[in-house]
């Protein structure tokens, strides 16, 4: 059954001053299924990072619903939307998001804490989430003093504690290199093996070829979608590549 | 043409870094403002023309000198604190190929055009409030104001001198930290780690036990001229250990709650908390030198006002008598006589009455002296039924009753006459307690007068530092405002976590002042009493009114900074 369900979404921004209309999202529809690993590729400027938003329910639609669980986006009240996020959506950003201010531990604690978490069920869910990214040995150490891709996976461990229902990332391998990058999406690989759902925004046809479907967008409609089957990565990559040069934009890396 | 590419880019710096100048410029214009406003009544005619003149010219000769000290001080320490502030920039600037030389030009010109704005604004103040003040001062030393107030010259001169002092060194100091640093540094400077300092324990405890040392013996000397002789001491004690807690004290505080797990791990004191140990890192200092400020400024204030509001009272223990006459050693028993007779018939002839109480004496006449005033009333006096002027350990003792006027005229007539009849013993001296009082409204007046201009001084400097914490913490905090909110904290939640942090932030300096002048009064108190201010309910009241003023306008500063603040964190 589809777990999170896209609704004929479109996004207007206005300009200051209203004088021109900006059409962010044109009447984009699409369904998720229960572990599913869904990538979404355009370039830039093409609407990507606003839909991410709105799926995030960061951002609200100008025209158009989502459904997560059947449960629409529209219906629950500002008040508990946060509640909402932070039970039924992860997230991992492009720039990680980590707080300078606390420990990874803490950083990954984070949303449990907010969620009023008892102190022993906290640390039972700590270690295996992080023995899994292997990071159970930095987790006294503050951001500043770890790699890039280190940071990532503790944005990662921090997404996935509160087991949320779908894992929501934006760009993850944007400011990593190849090799960080390759391991980072071989975590997502792994999430996606033991069940999870995962919709991945990014503009890499790299990261994109390890997804189970990839969404193409452009100006803000969607344009295409590829399912993976059977295939490899290398195949699937290769195709995903030649789509691209199709729409005309992407980046192979 | 080179020359103006540099003063373009300078001018367009100091306009884009608004946020910071302004207020930098603001703060020059009030230092240079009110350094003006003191050098110019020093050495305006006004001033010299009035009775207890000398005494206040003297008071402000003395002022101007520690008030040059704090200035150069102050500014210096302002411009570290912004040029640090802008080290990505210069990194920047090197990567995009300007020469160092080149960048130290840039910052020489935005110094000049930063203080020379600061001292032409300064002048408007001091122009605009000049007349006023003086009219002011006059009343405050009880004089009559004589000439027009105007500001003399040597008055701009010797602040033109101070400011271009200050300019030299500040640009010097700028264009080596250019220098001295390589781009790359520079720019990486921002990212700063905070790891968890080794080693805090123990300064920490060092600064608890100089505290509490400081507490001790500003609470325990009883001697008034001890407690004179060590309250600069121990201020400078209390300085180092207030840095010490508000750096290592306050940060171990705070690792000693996030140890307690249970109290950690809860929503709101776990933001509040690492929240805390940012801002601790980051501001410590700051705060430090804000508390240190508030404590300078109120000391000050309620010193000065104890001082001018109890200046009746140390005038009278100064002078338990109207007044006294002070008769040599080698005078005679005749001698003695004639000068008490000429007291006697100058008091009639100006209708003033002369007493004397000899409760009055600090110490009872003793048998033998109680004895000679009897004997040389009633065996070498004619004035057989009159009682004696007190005459004890050489000198005539006596009050004057009589109108103001009379009294006066009495003791100037009294000066006169001695002068005149009595020229072959030139050593007699007449102090009076009408002449102390005036000499008393022109130091107090003028001290308080100076104290106002600390004070504004220290407020000046201590909201330039409040400021410039609100809107760097302002730009850091919007970024974790966001991450936050991204988490699924809700909007309500992280505003009152940010809320409760600022206000912490915010009462820590105040809440250290308060604690501070606690144990400063009773040492304050006690020093008072070497100018025979013996009223502690005076002071008391001096300070907790000058603290609980101080607190208002501190409040009422905070509530417009953090407007500033408010705004970037919502942008």
């Known amino acids: 059954m589809s777990l999170l369900q896209v609704k004929a979404l479109g996004k207007i921004y206005n300009t200051k001053l209203g004088m021109r209309q900006c059409v962010a999202l044109k009447n984009v529809s699409f369904e998720v ?30 025209t158009g619903d989502v459904l997560l669980d059947g449960k629409s986006f529209s219906s629950i009240p500002d008040r508990e939307l946060s509640e909402f996020r932070r039970k039924h959506l ?84 944007g400011a990593l290199d190849s090799k960080a990058s390759a391991g980072l999406l071989g975590q997502f690989a792994d999430l996606h093996g033991i069940g999870k759902t995962i919709l991945m925004v990014t503009h890499s046809a790299m990261a994109a070829s390890y997804a189970s479907r990839v969404l193409f967008i452009s100006d803000g409609a969607l344009f295409s979608q590829l399912y993976r089957g059977d295939e490899t990565n290398r195949t699937f990559f290769d195709r995903i590549v030649a789509n691209l040069s199709i729409l005309g934009g992407g980046d192979i890396a | 043409m080179r020359n103006g590419f540099y003063f373009r880019l ?64 102050f500014m210096f320490y302002i411009n570290n604190f912004l040029i640090k502030r802008r080290k990505k920039e210069f990194g920047l600037y090197g990567i995009l190929g300007l020469d160092k030389r080149h960048v130290g030009r840039v910052l020489v010109w935005e110094n000049l055009f930063v203080i020379g704005g600061g001292i032409a604004a300064g002048i408007a ?36 001198g101070l400011f271009f002092f200050v300019f030299l060194v500040t640009s010097t100091i700028n264009v080596i930290r250019v220098h001295t640093a390589n781009p790359i540094a520079l720019l990486a400077s921002e990212k700063r780690g905070e790891k968890d300092k080794k080693g805090l324990v123990p300064l920490a405890l060092l600064g608890l036990a100089l505290l509490c040392g400081a507490y001790y013996y500003a609470w325990t000397t009883e001697i008034p001229g001890i407690a004179l002789g060590i309250f600069f001491p121990l201020a400078i004690v209390v300085i180092i250990a207030t840095y010490l807690l508000f750096l290592c004290g306050s940060i171990v505080v705070l690792r000693l709650l996030r140890m307690r797990k249970s109290l950690y791990y809860r929503p709101d004191h776990f933001v509040t908390i690492s929240g805390m140990f940012h801002r601790m890192r980051q501001n410590a200092r700051g705060l430090a030198t804000i508390c240190i400020l508030s404590t300078m400024l109120v000391v000050t204030v309620s010193g000065t006002l104890s001082l001018y509001l109890g200046r009746e009272e140390m005038t009278r223990g100064m002078y338990p008598f109207d007044a006294q006459v002070y008769v040599p050693k080698s005078a005679s028993q005749e001698q003695i006589v004639a000068y008490d007779e000429a007291l006697r018939r100058i008091a009639a002839e100006h209708h003033v009455v002369l007493s004397a109480d000899e409760n009055k004496l600090v110490t009872k006449l003793p048998e033998g002296e109680q004895f000679r005033r009897n004997n040389f009333i009633w065996e070498d006096s004619a004035f057989v039924d009159v009682p004696m002027l007190i005459f004890y350990d050489g000198s005539f003792r006596f009050d004057v009753a009589g109108s103001e006027d009379d009294c006066l005229a009495f003791i100037q007539a009294v000066r006169d006459r001695y002068a005149e009849s009595f020229a072959e013993t030139p050593n007699l001296i007449v102090s009076d ?137 919502r942008r």
């Not at chain 1, 400027?45 to 329910?57: C, D, F, V």
């Not at chain 2, 240079?32 to 010219?57: Q, W």
């Not at chain 2, 009223?535 to 607190?551: K, N, P, Q, R």
Request: proline share 4%; net charge positive; charged share 15%.
């Open chain 2, 125 to 160: 103040i001091a122009l605009v409030f000049g007349r006023l003040l003086f009219l002011v001062l006059m009343k405050l030393i009880h004089a009559v104001p004589g000439s027009s107030f105007s500001i003399p010259p040597v008055a701009y001169g010797l602040m033109l």
């Open chain 1, 33 to 62: 299924i229960e572990g599913e690993f869904v990538a979404i590729m355009g370039a830039s400027g093409s609407g990507k990072t606003t839909l991410l938003n709105i799926l995030a329910s960061l951002d609200k639609p100008t």
């Open chain 1, 90 to 173: 992860g997230f991992v950003f492009q720039d990680f998001n980590l707080l300078d201010t606390f420990s990874l531990k803490d950083n990954i604690l984070l949303p449990l804490v907010l969620m009023q978490t008892p102190l022993s069920e906290m640390e039972a869910r700590l270690l295996p989430v992080t023995r899994r990214l292997g990071i159970t040995q930095l987790l006294n150490k503050y951001p500043y003093e770890v790699s890039g891709g280190e940071k990532q996976r503790a944005a990662i461990a921090r997404a996935v504690i509160t087991d949320p229902r779908i894992l929501l990332a934006d760009e993850p391998t």
């Open chain 2, 433 to 569: 307690i009408y002449t102390a009082r005036e000499e008393g409204y022109g130091f107090y007046g003028g001290l308080l007068f100076l104290g106002a201009f600390f004070a504004v001084l220290f407020l000046a400097v201590a909201v330039l530092i409040l400021y410039f914490k609100q809107v760097t913490e302002g730009y850091e905090d919007k970024a974790r405002f966001d991450i936050l909110q991204q988490v699924g904290m809700d909007d309500h939640q992280v505003r009152k976590t940010i809320n409760a942090q600022v206000l912490w932030v915010f009462f820590l300096p105040l809440a250290a002042t308060a604690l501070h002048m606690l144990f400063a009064s009773k040492i304050m108190a006690r020093m008072l009493k070497t100018f025979m201010l013996y009223d502690w309910g005076l002071v008391l009241a001096c300070i907790g009114g000058t603290l609980v003023a101080f607190s208002a306008l501190y409040f009422l500063i905070y509530r417009v900074t953090a407007r500033t603040y408010y705004r970037i964190v």
């Open chain 2, 10 to 73: 300078a001018l367009s710096n100091v306009r884009r870094n608004k946020l910071t100048y302004v207020p930098y410029l603001v703060a020059t214009a009030v230092m240079s403002g009110v350094f003006l406003l003191i050098a110019g009544l020093l050495f305006s005619k006004g001033m010299t023309n009035t009775p207890s003149g000398d005494t206040a010219r003297m008071l402000f000769a003395f002022g101007l000198v520690v008030y040059a000290l704090f200035t150069f001080f």
